[in-house]
């Protein structure tokens, strides 16, 4: 195959991108990218690590 059978599906393509309209359903883009209300943001990694910053016998910090 060359590159004008190549060239023409890229232009295909593009033309397609370019001038066809979609239908899209807004109402249903926003529920799924909205955050709901009425959840509470629960952290699920919070207990599972300690925090290793508050570290106060770390010998870096003792350095300055």
């Not at 952290?43 to 300690?50: F, G, H, N, P, V």
């Amino acid at each position: 195959m060359g590159r004008g059978r190549q060239k023409a599906k890229h232009t295909k393509i593009a033309r397609e991108l370019k001038y066809d309209t979609y239908n899209v359903n807004y109402s249903a883009l926003e529920r799924e990218l909205g955050h709901p209300s009425d959840d509470a943001y629960v952290d699920k990694w919070a207990d599972e690590y300690s925090d290793e910053d508050e570290d106060e016998t770390s010998p870096v910090s003792s350095q300055a």
